[in-house]
């Protein structure tokens, strides 16, 4: 970052660019990144390549807004290193060993044909052997991602040429590094000979073999000692970064490229418990960074160059040489019943991986002007030619496999799929009616175990089989949830299987592919909430919290579901009505489907309680425990708030804290009848037959916010019925600590919690709680608790409030106030907190506005910081439903003192 801070901090001189200058160039580059991804997706284009062409419109060959400057050469370094960090990280060394022949040889000679036709060509075109070298080197790599997506889009990616090509790139990846390691040095060198390829290529092995046995040594437990001991999830992800850097500088210190360092720093942080985590935390810097280094290859690019006679020649002849070299590679899959066009076809794009090469010639003068141009060409070429071939080439294939190749056979006793020296096979060909069944039982063992050719062929063959779900394949896919890994979910998506059974899931993986910042389309999806409740209940590094509420649940279906739910809605952007459509199809009982809906219903609740001051608050903790109603849902709630997203230390704390108080009200019957339990108390307690009755019929938020005795009470005074205009107070209190509760009873009145509150007001009474209640027969009793040096008088009170009942409600505006809602926070009600200047009668305009609005309030806490008052309420609409946009709208003109807001109904 040198470079970078010595530009930022110049102060004049010719060439240098001030602050100003320095962001409006990031504004412009990050801008145009996204907006050229977006675009390029919805023309079903790679999104690197439009944002290759939006440098070049941003860039001196169109525009001129950007010029090409260290700036963007160090922030598109950056975002090559955290691009082949993830590569690393994806990357399953164990894989290296199971591509196969077929792929392996794939793999070799479609980097040995390109790298041995472009050297020769590039000789051919008078260009000295060391750039010859560098040129050859730059038409190796296959973007197979462009090839993995067209296959998933046209459902062939069980094919055996699918398989074979994204096979080899696997191998492909490491031999791309290898290549690009020790072509560079050669060329920084500016030598070519015997000695110096010999060392540079023991050199990199070297580097390669230390760093990787290093990495794989020390990189799990130190990344668990930094969890186990970190008091911030972001210390992980600033070590894993740290890392990064310093693996690159080590590559950079021994004149290797600096991205072989960040692939090896993946490749050791992928063996840590953390790596899924990391990978997730690490990917928003990355849709920053990476993209910031394709626009600056645009932003360099000469479009009059790429015109120039000469170019289009040499461009012409490349791309000529780089096709050729890769059809010539399908003849490593030699001996296979395949379509040999069709795995040539896929190994064609350079994508990303050839823009690297492109950029590094250039930076290390290697390239010329019009050698760097040809070459952005050949890659643009190839791969926008990729997806039409594929596609006709599929259309016109006539080697893949039907049902009539398989003669249905009887099952053998150890049954139709068997692991054998690590493969899993099919052991006969089973009906087709058992396609899902098979599918998931295989899912499970390719968590381990490669799978035979035969097995996937025979998925293949069937791939238009119906499927439906009974409870045995449900039981199977639940233990998929728990048990599955990303092979799991890989294989599923190969066969196509999830498409014809769970299209939403489905759709979130078509989502995922189509993302243009996910870089790797061939990256497989993961359930990030799911994923964080199976690491965090098998993590015996983190504290006892999660795991012990995870071994206390029942059955851990129904939070497994929610959390699946959750992430593909998120992931496909479809809100929580994706729920009841996975369950709907999935064969569950009606209880766990109304458990997991009631979940997926709930999640935000906790989460939204983290920054709201009132979170401790009792009559919060108890409407919540009542909404919740047996420990075995808060245990759920709670694991599912905890995994779907990172939390900070503080937030952690709070969440515990919470799902503890939650506990204790439960209490250890589990609290299902919490209502009712109190309820009962209170009518034992009553010595009145009608005043039992009237706590029989009481609101549940009104009986869960008092204790039994102040229900009797509150009840005797309701009882018998007030007349209409007249009103009963009384008064119960601490004369040492000025504070008083004061209980109104009366018939519904409109406006009557304004009314009471400015005859409070009047009598010098600050109220700093209450909660209201009202009955079926229009009976209201509301309890306040006010502060006041002197006991207040109980019949003056209630001559003041039946005077302002004869008077008609005229509520004053709030000037300057300011009103926030929120649904997710309480179970049954709407929080809403309105901040304003305090003054005398502020509580009375406020229940004003709520009268005219016609909404209903429940309960309300009174607070004052410096002038400012801060009260919270929770309302409800007079149906008892939580508010609308239209409902707060009124409330919002209402304080304005716009008396349109007034609802034609009217409300206490």
């Known amino acids: 970052m040198t470079a970078a801070v010595s530009i930022l901090a110049a102060g004049g001189g010719e060439g240098a660019l001030d602050m100003g200058t320095v962001l409006f160039h990031l504004f412009v580059v990050l801008l145009a990144a996204k907006v050229a991804a977006e675009l390029a997706e919805r023309i079903r284009i790679p999104a690197v390549l439009g944002e290759i062409v939006a440098g070049i419109i941003i860039g001196p060959s169109v525009l001129g807004v950007v010029e090409p400057g260290q700036i963007l050469t160090v922030l598109g370094e950056i975002g ?40 020769i060509a590039a000789i051919a075109l008078g260009e000295e052997t060391k750039t010859a070298i560098f040129v050859g080197a730059a038409l190796t790599a296959t973007s197979v991602g462009i090839t993995a997506r067209v296959f998933g889009d046209l459902r062939a990616l069980s094919l055996t040429e699918s398989r074979i090509v994204l096979g080899a790139a696997v191998a492909d990846d490491v031999l791309g590094l290898v290549i690009l390691t020790v072509v560079t040095r050669i060329v920084v060198d500016g ?40 008091s911030s999830p972001a210390t992980l992800i600033g070590i894993a970064m740290a890392a990064t850097l310093g693996f690159s500088a080590l590559a950079e210190a021994a004149h290797l490229a600096p991205i072989i360092g960040a692939f090896m720093a993946g490749l050791a942080i992928g063996r840590t418990k953390q790596a899924h985590r990391l990978e997730r935390d690490l990917a928003p810097i990355g849709n920053v960074f990476i993209p910031v280094f394709f626009l600056s290859i645009g932003i360099s690019t000469d479009v009059q160059a790429m015109f120039k006679p000469s170019v289009i020649g040499i461009a012409a002849v490349l791309t000529a040489v780089a096709i050729a070299g890769k059809l010539l590679a399908a003849v490593g899959a030699f001996g296979t019943r395949t379509d040999k066009w069709l795995i040539g076809f896929g190994m064609i794009p350079r994508g990303e991986v050839g823009l690297i090469f492109a950029a590094i010639g250039l930076r290390n003068n290697v ?143 078509r989502a995922r592919r189509t993302d243009p910042s996910e870089l790797d389309p061939l990256r497989v999806l993961r359930f990030p909430t799911v994923d964080r409740i199976n690491e965090n209940a098998a993590d015996d590094s983190l504290d006892d919290e999660f795991r012990t509420e995870f071994e206390h649940l029942d059955r851990v279906e129904p939070l497994l579901l929610a959390a699946l739910s959750l992430d593909v809605a998120e992931i496909a952007g479809e809100g929580s009505d994706v729920a009841p459509s996975i369950l709907g199809q ?76 939650l506990g204790a009200e439960l209490g250890s019957d589990g609290g299902a009848n919490l209502c009712d339990a109190r309820r009962e108390a209170a009518q034992q307690l009553a010595d009145d037959p009608l005043v039992a009755e009237r706590i029989a019929h009481a609101p549940r938020s009104y009986v869960l916010a008092n204790q039994p005795d102040e229900l009797v009470r509150q009840a005797r005074l309701a009882e018998p019925a007030p007349r209409p205009g007249t009103v009963r107070v009384a008064i119960t209190g601490d004369e040492v600590a000025h504070r008083w509760r004061i209980d109104v009873a009366s018939q519904d009145h409109p406006g009557l919690l304004a009314h009471i509150a400015s005859a409070f007001t009047e009598a010098g009474l600050d109220i700093v709680g209450a909660s209201i209640a009202t009955w079926g027969d229009r009976v209201v009793v509301d309890s306040f608790v006010v502060v006041s040096t002197t006991r207040p008088g109980a019949r003056a009170l209630a001559e003041s409030i039946e005077g302002r009942l004869r008077q008609p409600l005229r509520p004053r505006p709030v000037t300057g106030a300011s009103v926030r809602f929120d649904n997710s926070v ?29 909404v209903e309030v429940h309960s309300a806490r009174i607070s004052t910081d410096g002038g400012v008052a801060l009260d919270r309420f929770a309302v409800s609409g007079r149906n008892g439903a939580k508010l609308d946009n239209a409902a707060m709208g009124r409330i919002r003109r209402a304080l304005e003192g716009d008396l349109s807001a007034r609802s034609r109904r009217s409300t206490r």
Request: proline residues 5%; negative net charge.
């Open 80 to 119: 090559v290193i955290l691009l082949l960090l993830n590569v690393g990280l994806e990357m399953d060394v164990g894989e290296l060993t199971k591509v196969g022949r077929a792929s392996l040889a794939v793999a070799v000679m479609g980097v040995a044909a390109p790298f041995a036709g472009g050297t």
């Open 191 to 230: 030598s070519v000979s015997a000695g110096t390829i010999l060392g540079t290529i023991g050199l990199a092995l070297g580097f390669l073999l230390l760093t990787g046995i290093a990495g794989a040594k020390l990189a799990p437990p130190f990344f668990q000692g930094v969890q186990r001991f970190a």
């Open 367 to 509: 390239l010329g002007d019009d050698l760097y141009a040809a070459l952005i060409v050949m890659v643009l070429i190839t791969t926008l030619a990729t997806p039409p071939l594929l596609r006709w080439r599929l259309k016109s294939s006539e080697n893949a496999t039907t049902p009539d190749d398989f003669v249905e056979e009887p099952e053998p006793a150890d049954g139709w799929i068997v692991v054998r020296n690590g493969v899993v096979h099919l052991n006969a060909n089973p009906s087709p009616t058992r396609v899902l069944p098979l599918a998931l039982d295989a899912a499970l063992l390719v968590r381990d175990h490669r799978p035979d050719d035969r097995l996937v062929e025979w998925f293949a063959a069937h791939r238009q089989q119906t499927l439906a779900w009974d409870a045995g394949t449900t039981a199977k896919f639940l233990e998929l949830l728990r048990s599955g890994n990303p092979r799991s979910w890989r294989f599923l998506e190969t066969l196509g299987v999830l498409e014809r059974a769970l299209p939403e899931v489905s759709r979130a993986l």
């Open 586 to 661: 999935l064969s569950i009982s009606v209880a766990d489907e109304q458990e997991t809906a009631a979940l997926v219903a709930d999640a935000s609740m906790f989460l939204g309680l983290l920054h709201d001051p009132d979170a401790l608050d009792d009559m919060v903790v108890i409407q919540m425990a009542a909404h919740l109603g047996s420990n075995e849902r808060r245990r759920r709630l709670y694991l599912l708030s905890v995994a779907s997203r990172e939390l900070d230390v503080f937030e952690r704390a709070v969440l515990e804290e919470i799902n503890a108080r």
């Open 826 to 854: 309480l179970p049954w009600h709407t929080s809403c907190v309105v901040e304003a200047e305090d003054a005398p009668g502020l509580l009375a305009s406020i229940a004003g506005a709520f009268a005219l609005a016609d």
